[in-house]
């Protein structure tokens, strides 16, 4: 019996609380200008892809524990190795075009003065130390802090709801059938949080009811996904800061309750950094315990220090935009790559376990 | 570390004796020293037949030559020599002579320990011994040691006084509904306040001794049935590693450096308290506990937050009313650390998150300030906990007085001298409140440090540096553990059967909560 350290509810509430994050960064431009009318399909349409990460990924785990353990059963020793080591890399790219973005907002709303090197240097700084308290204490505090961001979003959903407008909401396909799936197949970037179930593989013990828990948690976010994106294309054109970047931060700045409240954005803000540091560190941690077990190292600190040093040069860049040709690679793969970095394994085993049982 | 540029320059001449000049800060134990200590190791009390040669090794190692409290009182007993030794203060001298030195005076045959156990001397315990480790601890917890001529078998007679004062009431963690005693420094009264509670056989008390060189007694309570056994080894190797350390043990608080697995911790991994009934709580829910001689506290592991977060006064009022109560603490906790910070945040970075009409009236009543904002919150915390600390050490009726002069006129006259902003005054003062609200006193000090910190994020990031910092303090706190078990079990980890904020109902609670791997009574 493998042991339990992470249950199924911390995992549902790290898949919920990495897909809840992705609508603090929807900024109001891309939303208007690009899925707009359609934007409460693009969920629905990522899901498929989400599952089929979500199934390669629980076979994984389900058959072999731990990524390293995996990888070297399914790949041989070498592969296994190499794969991991090309997992690792997609992953730091994966984390440095994310809080790219997250350095971005700040720096637009918070700290336009500061350079960007000192902003992600405090924001790589707290996702280092947050890595350092492992899978058990990422898992935990997504467990113990899931509650903030659902309460705060439905009660901005609930408030927004006066100044929505049904009418803007397209029924189905108002883009037309080839823009709206391509704008779906890029949204599916965002159920990276299942990758909980690989990289924790060894933290979960297996279980069964953690991969039901990390399903059940895939429906629910895609379900609140659809819901808010439908509700921020239902009050666009409401916000009283057009030039906004973030649209929930448009949202709530617009929400004035008189003289106990105005404009919530920067206290809203308060709650969304709870999510976005929360999934960096997962994906922090994810990295450096990948590494860490390759290396057959005992303590996977070094690991995330020096993965956290790589995602701050690599977001610097980002953000300085020397290297926004990579940015944008990252941005437009990241769906194929998150489908099949699990897929391929997933398959190689399922093909040699039906093998060995032929054989048998 | 100076001392050869202080000898090469004059300052010392010799080996005059000189305070801080120690043998540490010279890096070596002077040959005087380090002779005198290989001699104490040396100095083992060895029973013998002769009489004579008995009492000199007994009175070399309690240094009798210089030790004025150890009294041997010779006897002639049937014609044979025999000697009373004890310790004055320990041994109850009216006892010691009705019980011991009349009886033997009057005997006229000659004495064998054995008849004299068992018919002689009229006392409540006797021993017979021939270890000399045992005699001496049993001179130290108070007994006197017969010594005969011409056997080297001692008889250890208890004969001890306990000096203690009555069960008093609760000083610190008063109640309205419940029980008023407390425990006293006597641990044998501690215990049987426990096991007047906790009437069952299960219940086991392991005494052991802690400390190199007082060797202080304590008790380790549980019950046995409930309690996990893993837990009970944990503690006991926690123990015995401690006592390997041959380091001076000075009562129950300093236990925590033993019990903790992360000792720079700054929140506390064990809970102390003064109360019987809440021990037997703890003791009837699978929790361990440690009762230290001198100590009025008993000292439970292991723990969550949530139990730092109760009373005893919870079990005794309406499910109801006492889950408001615990939200209540929980929300205390949260604003006692976070308000201080949120209000530099808000005045430095976010004004236009407050209302129009209290960010003027707030930035005009600071327009006289000549500090910053961080400036006024920092005098207004350090001058409350200076309050506190003082009050917590003046005598009983200038308490109060005290309380009065630092919150209020003092506080009053900062802001007339507009030294600080009313709005500060009020900020400070509500999160002082808030943390006195925090049953715990360990967790009440670690939330006043937490509240530092946040302050200091507030200025370096606003909004943003507290939201870093609560995300770092809550993934650290995940990984503490107290004992094994996760500090926020059994919210996280979750657990099925808890004890945490929900009060269910009396046939729903549980006496054994998983968090901890209890076993439940059948």
Same mark, same amino acid.
């Not at chain 1, 995992?11 to 897909?19: C, H, N, P, R």
């Not at chain 1, 769906?335 to 391929?344: E, K, M, R, Y």
């Not at chain 2, 011994?129 to 006197?144: H, I, R, S």
């Given at each position: 019996?493998?042991?339990?350290?992470?249950?199924?509810?911390?995992?549902?509430?790290?898949?919920?609380?990495?897909?809840i994050?992705?609508?603090?960064?929807?900024?109001?431009?891309?939303?208007?200008?690009?899925?707009?009318q359609?934007?409460?399909?693009?969920?629905?349409?990522?899901?498929?892809?989400?599952?089929?990460?979500?199934?390669?990924?629980?076979?994984?785990?389900?058959?072999?524990?731990?990524?390293?353990?995996?990888?070297?059963?399914v790949?041989?020793r070498?592969?296994?190795?190499?794969?991991?080591?090309?997992i690792?890399?997609?992953?730091?790219?994966?984390?440095?075009?994310?809080?790219?973005?997250?350095?971005?907002?700040?720096?637009y709303?918070f700290?336009?003065?500061?350079?960007?090197?000192?902003?992600?240097?405090?924001?790589?700084?707290?996702?280092?130390?947050?890595?350092?308290?492992?899978?058990?204490?990422?898992a935990r505090?997504?467990?113990?802090?899931l509650?903030?961001?659902?309460?705060?979003?439905?009660?901005?959903l609930?408030?927004?709801?006066?100044?929505?407008?049904?009418?803007?909401?397209?029924?189905?396909?108002?883009?037309?059938?080839?823009?709206?799936?391509?704008?779906?197949?890029?949204?599916?970037?965002?159920?990276?949080?299942?990758?909980?179930?690989?990289l924790?593989?060894?933290?979960?013990?297996?279980?069964?009811?953690?991969?039901?828990?990390?399903?059940?948690?895939?429906?629910l976010?895609?379900?609140i996904?659809?819901?808010?994106?439908?509700?921020?294309?239902?009050?666009?054109?409401?916000?009283?800061?057009?030039?906004?970047?973030?649209?929930l931060?448009?949202?709530?700045?617009n929400?004035?309750?008189?003289?106990?409240?105005?404009?919530?954005?920067?206290?809203?803000?308060?709650?969304?950094?709870?999510?976005?540091?929360?999934?960096?560190?997962?994906?922090?941690?994810?990295v450096?315990?990948?590494?860490?077990?390759?290396?057959?190292l005992?303590d996977?600190?070094?690991?995330?220090?020096?993965?956290?040093?790589?995602?701050?040069?690599?977001?610097?860049?980002f953000?300085?935009?020397?290297?926004a040709?990579?940015?944008?690679a990252?941005?437009l793969?990241?769906?194929?790559?998150?489908?099949?970095?699990?897929?391929?394994?997933?398959?190689?085993?399922?093909?040699?376990?039906?093998?060995?049982d032929?054989?048998? | 570390?100076?001392?050869?540029?202080?000898?090469? &320059?004059g300052?010392?001449?010799?080996?005059?004796?000189?305070?801080?000049?120690?043998?540490r800060?010279?890096?070596?134990?002077?040959?005087?020293?380090?002779?005198?200590?290989?001699?104490?190791?040396?100095?083992?009390?060895?029973?013998?037949?002769?009489l004579?040669?008995?009492?000199?090794?007994?009175g070399?190692?309690?240094?009798n030559?210089?030790?004025?409290?150890?009294?041997t009182?010779?006897l002639?007993?049937?014609?044979t020599?025999a000697?009373?030794?004890?310790?004055?203060?320990?041994?109850d001298?009216?006892?010691?002579?009705?019980?011991v030195?009349?009886p033997l005076?009057?005997?006229?045959?000659?004495?064998?320990?054995d008849?004299?156990?068992k018919?002689?001397l009229?006392?409540?315990?006797?021993?017979?011994?021939?270890?000399?480790?045992?005699?001496?601890?049993?001179?130290?917890?108070?007994?006197?040691?017969?010594?005969?001529?011409?056997?080297a078998?001692v008889?250890?007679?208890?004969?001890?006084?306990?000096?203690?004062?009555?069960?008093?009431?609760?000083?610190?963690?008063?109640?309205l509904?419940?029980?008023?005693?407390?425990?006293?420094?006597?641990l044998?009264?501690?215990?049987? &306040?426990?096991?007047?509670?906790?009437?069952?056989?299960?219940?086991?008390?392991?005494?052991?001794?802690?400390?190199?060189?007082?060797?202080?007694? &304590?008790?380790?309570?549980?019950?046995?049935?409930?309690?996990?056994?893993?837990?009970?080894?944990?503690?006991?190797?926690?123990?015995?590693?401690?006592q390997?350390k041959?380091?001076?043990?000075?009562?129950?608080?300093? &236990?925590?450096?033993?019990?903790?697995?992360?000792p720079?911790s700054?929140?506390p991994?064990?809970?102390?308290?003064?109360?019987?009934d809440r021990?037997?709580?703890?003791?009837s829910?699978?929790?361990?506990?440690?009762?230290?001689?001198?100590?009025?506290?008993?000292?439970?592991?292991?723990?969550?937050?949530?139990?730092?977060?109760?009373?005893r006064?919870d079990?005794?009022?309406?499910?109801?009313?006492?889950?408001?109560?615990?939200?209540?603490?929980?929300?205390?906790?949260?604003?006692?650390?976070?308000?201080p910070?949120?209000y530099?945040?808000?005045?430095?970075?976010?004004?236009?998150?407050?209302p129009?009409?209290?960010?003027?009236?707030?930035?005009?009543?600071?327009k006289?300030?000549?500090?910053?904002?961080?400036?006024?919150?920092?005098?207004m915390?350090?001058?409350?906990e200076?309050?506190?600390?003082?009050s917590?050490?003046?005598?009983g009726s200038i308490?109060?007085?005290l309380?009065?002069?630092?919150?209020?006129?003092l506080?009053d006259?900062?802001?007339?001298?507009s030294?600080?902003?009313?709005?500060?005054?009020?900020?400070v003062l509500?999160?002082?409140?808030?943390?006195?609200?925090?049953?715990?006193?360990?967790?009440?000090?670690?939330?006043?440090?937490?509240r530092?910190f946040?302050?200091?994020?507030?200025?370096?990031?606003g909004?943003?540096g507290?939201?870093?910092?609560?995300?770092?303090?809550?993934?650290?706190?995940?990984?503490?553990?107290?004992?094994?078990v996760?500090?926020?079990?059994?919210?996280?980890?979750?657990?099925?059967?808890?004890?945490?904020?929900?009060?269910?109902?009396?046939?729903?609670?549980?006496?054994?909560?998983?968090?901890?791997?209890?076993?439940?009574?059948?």
């Amino acid at each position: 019996m493998k042991a339990q350290i992470i249950g199924p509810k911390e995992v549902g509430a790290l898949v919920l609380i990495t897909i809840i994050n992705r609508l603090a960064w929807i900024d109001p431009q891309t939303l208007l200008r690009h899925p707009g009318q359609n934007a409460w399909m693009l969920p629905i349409l990522a899901l498929p892809a989400a599952g089929l990460t979500l199934r390669a990924v629980r076979s994984l785990a389900f058959h072999y524990g731990g990524p390293i353990n995996g990888l070297s059963t399914v790949l041989g020793r070498r592969t296994g190795a190499v794969y991991a080591v090309l997992i690792a890399v997609w992953l730091t790219l994966f984390q440095s075009a994310a809080l790219a973005r997250v350095v971005s907002v700040t720096r637009y709303y918070f700290f336009p003065r500061t350079d960007p090197a000192v902003i992600t240097a405090y924001l790589m700084g707290t996702l280092t130390l947050i890595s350092f308290s492992d899978a058990e204490g990422v898992a935990r505090s997504a467990r113990l802090m899931l509650g903030v961001p659902l309460v705060t979003l439905f009660g901005l959903l609930l408030l927004s709801f006066p100044s929505a407008r049904l009418s803007q909401l397209a029924p189905l396909f108002g883009q037309g059938v080839g823009e709206t799936l391509a704008s779906g197949a890029l949204f599916s970037g965002t159920f990276f949080g299942v990758y909980v179930l690989w990289l924790f593989g060894d933290c979960t013990g297996g279980a069964p009811a953690v991969s039901r828990a990390a399903r059940r948690a895939l429906l629910l976010g895609a379900g609140i996904l659809t819901v808010s994106m439908a509700m921020m294309a239902a009050t666009a054109g409401y916000g009283g800061f057009k030039d906004a970047v973030s649209y929930l931060y448009a949202m709530a700045a617009n929400i004035d309750w008189g003289r106990y409240v105005q404009r919530l954005g920067p206290i809203h803000f308060f709650v969304w950094y709870i999510t976005a540091l929360l999934s960096g560190g997962m994906i922090q941690t994810g990295v450096a315990r990948l590494l860490g077990r390759l290396l057959c190292l005992g303590d996977m600190r070094p690991m995330a220090a020096l993965t956290g040093l790589c995602v701050y040069a690599l977001t610097v860049l980002f953000t300085a935009g020397y290297a926004a040709p990579l940015s944008r690679a990252v941005n437009l793969m990241s769906t194929p790559v998150l489908v099949l970095l699990p897929a391929v394994p997933a398959l190689i085993g399922r093909w040699k376990r039906r093998r060995a049982d032929e054989t048998a | 570390m100076f001392s050869w540029l202080k000898r090469s &320059l004059g300052f010392t001449g010799g080996d005059d004796f000189m305070l801080g000049d120690s043998a540490r800060e010279r890096g070596r134990v002077p040959p005087a020293y380090e002779k005198e200590r290989e001699e104490a190791k040396k100095r083992v009390f060895c029973p013998n037949v002769r009489l004579g040669s008995a009492l000199s090794s007994l009175g070399h190692v309690f240094r009798n030559a210089e030790n004025d409290d150890f009294i041997t009182r010779f006897l002639s007993v049937g014609g044979t020599e025999a000697a009373v030794v004890f310790i004055n203060g320990l041994a109850d001298r009216t006892v010691l002579f009705d019980a011991v030195i009349r009886p033997l005076q009057s005997m006229y045959t000659r004495p064998d320990p054995d008849t004299l156990v068992k018919n002689g001397l009229p006392v409540q315990e006797a021993e017979i011994t021939e270890q000399g480790e045992t005699v001496v601890n049993g001179l130290l917890d108070g007994k006197a040691a017969l010594m005969l001529d011409g056997t080297a078998r001692v008889i250890l007679l208890d004969v001890r006084r306990a000096e203690k004062r009555a069960v008093g009431r609760t000083e610190n963690e008063k109640v309205l509904y419940g029980a008023h005693h407390a425990f006293i420094e006597d641990l044998r009264t501690n215990i049987t &306040l426990v096991r007047s509670l906790v009437r069952t056989p299960d219940l086991v008390t392991r005494m052991m001794t802690m400390g190199g060189g007082n060797d202080l007694r &304590l008790a380790v309570m549980y019950k046995s049935g409930t309690v996990n056994p893993q837990l009970v080894r944990e503690l006991m190797r926690r123990l015995q590693r401690a006592q390997s350390k041959n380091e001076t043990f000075s009562g129950g608080f300093q &236990l925590h450096r033993f019990l903790d697995q992360r000792p720079f911790s700054i929140f506390p991994q064990t809970l102390n308290t003064e109360r019987p009934d809440r021990t037997a709580t703890f003791i009837s829910q699978g929790h361990l506990v440690v009762l230290t001689d001198g100590m009025p506290f008993a000292t439970i592991a292991p723990i969550t937050i949530f139990a730092l977060l109760h009373t005893r006064e919870d079990h005794n009022i309406r499910p109801q009313i006492a889950m408001m109560m615990r939200l209540i603490r929980v929300l205390c906790l949260l604003m006692s650390m976070l308000l201080p910070g949120l209000y530099v945040a808000l005045m430095t970075f976010h004004q236009v998150s407050l209302p129009t009409e209290m960010m003027i009236s707030t930035l005009t009543t600071r327009k006289m300030i000549g500090l910053s904002v961080l400036g006024e919150m920092l005098i207004m915390v350090i001058l409350f906990e200076l309050v506190r600390e003082a009050s917590v050490r003046v005598q009983g009726s200038i308490n109060q007085t005290l309380g009065i002069i630092g919150g209020i006129v003092l506080g009053d006259a900062l802001a007339e001298a507009s030294l600080v902003s009313p709005m500060a005054l009020i900020v400070v003062l509500l999160a002082a409140l808030c943390g006195l609200t925090i049953p715990d006193y360990a967790l009440q000090m670690a939330a006043y440090q937490v509240r530092l910190f946040f302050l200091f994020a507030s200025v370096i990031g606003g909004i943003i540096g507290m939201t870093y910092l609560s995300v770092v303090l809550v993934s650290y706190l995940c990984t503490v553990r107290s004992l094994g078990v996760p500090f926020f079990a059994p919210v996280a980890p979750a657990t099925r059967k808890n004890d945490g904020m929900v009060m269910r109902r009396v046939n729903s609670r549980t006496d054994a909560p998983d968090a901890i791997n209890a076993r439940e009574d059948d």
